[in-house]
C-alpha cells in the first residue's frame, strides 16, 4: 500500500484574479480623497478647498499659439481628477498662474559629417503657485522637459504628440510641487 499524500490546490483562478486585481490598484496610487492625505502622497491641508488656474500667457514666440490654453486646460482637468478640490475663480485657497517660457528646436547628437543625430523640442513654463491659506506655502518656480524626433522628421509632422508628452510632463512636475510638499 502506498502512502502517497493528497496535496491540495490553493492556485484556484478566483486567488489569482484577486490578487492581480490588489497588485493593480496599488500600481495605481489608490487615491483616498476628502481627507486630506491619500496613498499616492499628495497631501492637501482640510481647510484648502479651492482652485484657480489662470489661462497661461506665451511669452516664446516660437509656440504653438494654443499651447497655453491647451496647457492650462491640461492642468485643470488633472487637479480636478486627481484632487478633492473644487474650481472656483472668486477668492479661490489656492492658485496657479504662469506662462510659457520657452519652444525651442535644438538639432542634437553630430554624426560624423556634420550631420544631426536627432532633434530636441523643448518647452519651459514658469509658474506662480499662490496659497491664500498658508503664504509660507506659496513658490515660483521654472520648469522644463524636452522630447526628442529624428533627424529625418519634419516638427509639424510629430509636434502635436511631442507637445502632448510635454505637456503631460511638466504638468505632473507641477502639481507633485504644489501637492507633495505642504
Known sequence: MSNTIKRQN?????????????????????????NGYS??????PPDV???YVETFENQSPGAVPTLPRDF??????????ETRL????????????????????TAEAPKAGEQ????KLTIAVSVSFTN?????????QQFSFEDFF?????????QESLIETISRELVDRIYNRAFTNW
Open 116 to 119: 544631426i543625430g536627432f532633434n
Open 150 to 158: 529624428g533627424a529625418d522628421q519634419n516638427l509639424l509632422d510629430v
Open 10 to 34: 490553493y492556485a484556484s483562478p478566483l486567488f489569482f484574479w484577486v490578487m492581480a486585481v490588489g497588485i493593480i490598484l496599488l500600481q495605481q496610487g489608490c487615491m483616498i480623497r476628502g
Open 72 to 81: 492650462t486646460e491640461r492642468l485643470k482637468d488633472k487637479i480636478r481628477t
Open 39 to 44: 496613498l499616492a502622497g499628495i497631501s492637501i
Open 132 to 140: 491664500s491659506k498658508d503664504e509660507k506655502a506659496s513658490w515660483k
Open 49 to 51: 478647498n479651492t482652485y
Open 86 to 105: 473644487k474650481y472656483n475663480d472668486e477668492e479661490p485657497d489656492i492658485e496657479f498662474a504662469g506662462s510659457i517660457t520657452d519652444f525651442r528646436v
